[in-house]
């Protein structure tokens, strides 16, 4: 009934506005086929050869493609993807190998067809916490650093991200959010939902900044630089928000800071997600903080004090209260396997998987010194990184390892580590309707694995933007 109620809809659909669209971009009708859904909203759904059709860059339609042809009903036998299914089944009695892509047209229409021979496909990965090489490029070098990150990224199955700074004095930030606003204007299509263009590169899309400080806990800094970690200040933040407010899309706040009841106040008004961490927040200050807004946690255990059983403070209420989602970084570093497995019952489908990846500089040259604020050096030793006194320093985590590591620590399925990695960051945005998903008209950002987890293909926009050639690691 399902597949009958699809075959409806895309006939509305398509007569209304896909068309209008399809002129004004001209992009071929594909159609990926012989793929294992990874459908983290259908699980019943998935695990089943499926075929996906997009149309400019969108998804229009989901199915098995093996579905008997005559429960097709008379209705639906004029739309484009009656005909795409007959066309497919004729190939597949012609007995024709269809293994490599192939251009075929149906009426005026040219279709492309991807044979995913049994690949999985699960929605493009989704990271909240991407640091990159923002926290040690040189003013000069950070669009082009970002720029970097988003090219690298689709390599690892990510298709949206959240560049993410640190804590910084007020001129670097802003030095920051002026080298970064350009890319991310020329990226703004992306970020509308109403938008009718398509992704026209070939790189993952940096949705707009995560802030991680400055107005966090010294005591809880991690290592976020402490000499910049400061109260929030009312006309600080100003100069910020009213000029890059809308370029951010996360903070990551300490609510006992001074002045935090205001920022939380403005991220509200500005559609700003608060995310709390870096913080020893009291559970009753963590509980102010919801009511003003506050509903995801960074970075769970790390940079907050421990669970104590009668003061349970930030950890306890980020752990009970189904208000608040949470990530964490499972890179079997910053938490042992089973923190994470107990993070998974706790949270549940509220429980984000993030990387908090930094590039670190190969040679770092003593000029970036003021760049990398605070910093100091950090050194990558083979499994997380690390300040000179061993403090963890952001990791060197990839998303498809982050979902690979869930599995094999036992704390996640298949399906809840895909939506870990997709849906979920996706509704902690709000913008599952978009992304994170296979619905209809949703953009057709997707991943390819094999059965070990690795990538495969990354697609963008209904657009093969990765393709993995040799064996990896
Ligand atoms: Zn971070």
Redesign the pocket.
């Known amino acids: 009934m399902q597949f009958l109620h699809i075959l409806a809809g895309i006939r509305i659909s398509h007569s209304r506005s896909f068309c209008r669209r399809s002129e004004e971009i001209r992009m071929p009708r594909s159609v990926l086929h012989n793929a294992i859904l990874l459908d983290p909203e259908r699980p019943d759904f998935s695990m089943t050869p499926s075929a996906i059709s997009i149309r400019n860059g969108r998804i229009e339609r989901v199915g098995a493609l093996n579905t008997d042809a005559s429960a097709i009903p008379e209705s639906a036998k004029e739309t484009c993807m009656e005909r795409l299914l007959e066309l497919r089944e004729r190939e597949q009695k012609d007995g024709r190998d269809r293994a490599k892509e192939s251009q075929k047209s149906v009426g005026s229409e040219k279709v492309e067809w991807t044979d995913l021979q049994g690949g999985y496909l699960a929605p493009g990965f989704l990271d909240l916490?991407d640091?990159g090489g923002l926290v040690f490029a040189a003013a000069k070098d950070l669009a082009a650093s970002l720029h970097a990150s988003c090219a690298h990224l689709v390599q690892e199955g990510v298709t949206a991200f959240l560049p993410?700074t640190?804590t910084s004095s007020q001129a670097r930030l802003e030095e920051i959010f002026e080298a970064l606003v350009p890319v991310l204007e020329s990226n703004a299509s992306e970020r509308k939902p109403s938008s009718h263009v398509v992704h026209n590169g070939n790189l993952a899309v940096p949705l707009g900044l995560h802030l991680?400080g400055p107005w966090i806990h010294a005591a809880c800094a991690g290592a976020q630089p402490k000499a910049a970690i400061r109260n929030y200040d009312a006309a600080q933040g100003e100069a910020i928000f009213s000029r890059f407010g809308n370029w951010i899309r996360m903070v990551t706040l300490a609510p006992e800071v001074k002045g935090a009841e205001l920022l939380l106040e403005t991220l509200a008004e500005r559609g700003i997600l608060a995310a709390l961490g870096h913080s020893q927040a009291s559970a009753k200050q963590a509980e102010a903080a919801i009511e003003l807004g506050a509903r995801h946690v960074t970075h769970l255990f790390n940079a907050m004090k421990p669970l104590h059983h009668r003061d349970p403070g930030l950890l306890g209420v980020a752990l009970s209260d189904d208000r608040l989602s949470c990530d964490l970084i499972c890179d079997g570093v910053h938490l042992d396997s089973r923190v994470v497995r107990l993070a998974a019952l706790v949270k549940r489908e509220r429980l984000v998987l993030i990387t908090?990846r930094i590039e670190v500089p190969k040679m770092r040259d003593p000029n970036l010194a003021r760049e990398g604020e605070g910093f100091g050096a950090v050194h990558d030793d083979g499994t997380a990184l690390r300040l000179s006194d061993g403090r963890l320093a952001?990791s060197s985590l990839s998303m498809n390892r982050a979902f690979r590591n869930a599995q094999s620590f036992g704390a996640l399925s298949l399906l809840e580590a895909v939506a870990a990695c997709t849906l979920r960051p996706a509704r902690v945005l709000g913008i599952e309707a978009e992304r994170g998903t296979f619905r209809e008209g949703a953009r057709a950002d997707f991943v390819v694995l094999d059965a070990e987890g690795e990538v495969l293909q990354t697609w963008i926009a209904g657009k093969q933007v990765f393709r993995r050639t040799g064996k990896t690691k």
């Open positions: 916490h640091h993410t640190v991680e908090d952001g």
